[in-house]
Each structure stands twice: as C-alpha cells, then as structure tokens.
C-alpha cells in the first residue's frame, strides 16, 4: 500500500510534461511564463521557484540521482529508431535498471513519472535523446502530448486530432481530484 504521503506526490499528467510545478501546482499559464525552472540533473521535474524546487527535493533527490547515474551510461539509451516497440521495450528496461540504481522499488510517484515521461509521438525520442537535450514541443490544448519538431507535429497531428480531447478531460479529472 502506498502511504498517504506518498499518494499526495504522485506525479500528475501536467507535473510530468512540464506544465505544472512539481511541488506547488503552479501552471506556466499562472505563472506567467512560457516555461517553469527544469531540474538540470535529471531534465524531469519542474518548478516554479527555486523554493519550490528546494520543497520537493527530499523527495526528488534519489530518483534524480538514479536518473543521472543511468543517464551516464550510453550504451542503455539506444536509439528507438521511431518504433514504438523499441521505445516500450527501452523503457522497461530502464524500469528494471532504476531500481538497482536506487537499491529499493520504485515508489507509484517515481514509476509513475518515468513511464510518462515526455517523448515525441512519431521518432519516439526524449529530450535526453535530443541534441543538446531541447524541450520537446507541446501541444498547445492539451499540454501532455509532445513532438520533437514541427515537422512531426505536421505529421502526427491528425492522430492526435481525435485524441487531444480525451487528454484534456483526463487533466481536467486530475485536477478535480
Ligand atoms: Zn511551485
Ligand atoms: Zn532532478
Ligand atoms: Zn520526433
Ligand atoms: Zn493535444
């Protein structure tokens, strides 16, 4: 069973693409600003302040550190080559790794996080797969659909067309939540 605490930190949708403060729940749009503050280890979490960054540390730090420990070796991030079989199996994998880079399980925040962790719909890359580790490019209705170009987002697009809906309710639910 997950402690109370522990469901309170589960990653939210918006919090994982980027959109969201990891801590506070700030969004870019009342902040402001185009984008939040990323952490510079692992490229995965997102504040509005660097307060709110130093809030949710203890509870970011060790998967930060596995993040950057995995993120060292090379030869566990292999190119997807735009297959989404690839990218599943990249992923698990990764799943298995994390844990004994950690030295314990995953919490439901941390699996939770890494298993939606933003990648571009049509080559499947991260931005840690990127050049130069650019943001990925969101989908201004949605906020959790990410391309890595505008060349995919043309391509990708009328698929997601009929899906961006759906990820707006499902936001809209966690908020209520
Ligand atoms: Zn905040
Ligand atoms: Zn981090
Ligand atoms: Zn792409
Ligand atoms: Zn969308």
Same mark, same amino acid.
């Given at each position: 069973?997950?402690?109370?605490?522990?469901? @309170?930190? @589960?990653?939210?949708?918006?919090?994982?693409?980027?959109?969201?403060?990891?801590?506070?729940?700030?969004?870019?749009?009342?902040?402001?600003?185009?984008?939040?503050? @990323? #952490?510079?280890?692992?490229?995965?979490?997102?504040?509005?302040?660097?307060?709110? *960054?130093?809030?949710?540390?203890?509870? &970011?730090?060790?998967?930060?550190?596995?993040? =950057? =420990?995995?993120?060292?070796?090379?030869?566990?991030?292999?190119?997807? /080559?735009?297959?989404?079989?690839?990218?599943?199996?990249?992923?698990?994998? &990764?799943?298995?790794?994390?844990?004994?880079?950690?030295?314990?399980?995953?919490?439901?925040?941390?699996?939770?996080?890494?298993?939606?962790?933003?990648?571009?719909?049509?080559?499947? @890359?991260?931005?840690?797969?990127?050049? /130069?580790?650019?943001?990925?490019?969101?989908?201004? /209705?949605?906020?959790?659909?990410?391309? #890595?170009?505008?060349?995919?987002?043309? *391509? &990708?697009?009328?698929? &997601?067309?009929?899906?961006?809906?759906?990820? *707006?309710?499902?936001?809209?639910?966690?908020?209520?939540?």
């Amino acid at each position: 069973m997950a402690s109370k605490e522990e469901l @309170r930190k @589960r990653k939210t949708y918006l919090q994982i693409a980027g959109f969201e403060c990891s801590n506070c729940h700030k969004t870019t749009r009342e902040d402001g600003t185009r984008s939040l503050l @990323r #952490c510079t280890r692992c490229r995965m979490s997102y504040y509005c302040s660097k307060s709110c *960054q130093r809030a949710d540390f203890s509870f &970011h730090k060790q998967f930060c550190t596995a993040i =950057e =420990e995995l993120s060292n070796l090379d030869e566990v991030w292999y190119s997807c /080559n735009g297959k989404e079989s690839e990218w599943n199996k990249r992923k698990i994998y &990764h799943m298995q790794l994390l844990p004994a880079a950690l030295d314990r399980d995953l919490t439901s925040y941390e699996s939770n996080a890494w298993l939606n962790q933003p990648k571009c719909h049509v080559c499947f @890359r991260t931005s840690r797969d990127l050049e /130069n580790r650019s943001a990925l490019i969101p989908c201004t /209705n949605c906020h959790v659909v990410f391309c #890595c170009s505008n060349e995919h987002w043309e *391509q &990708h697009r009328p698929k &997601h067309k009929s899906l961006c809906q759906t990820y *707006q309710i499902m936001v809209q639910c966690e908020k209520i939540r």
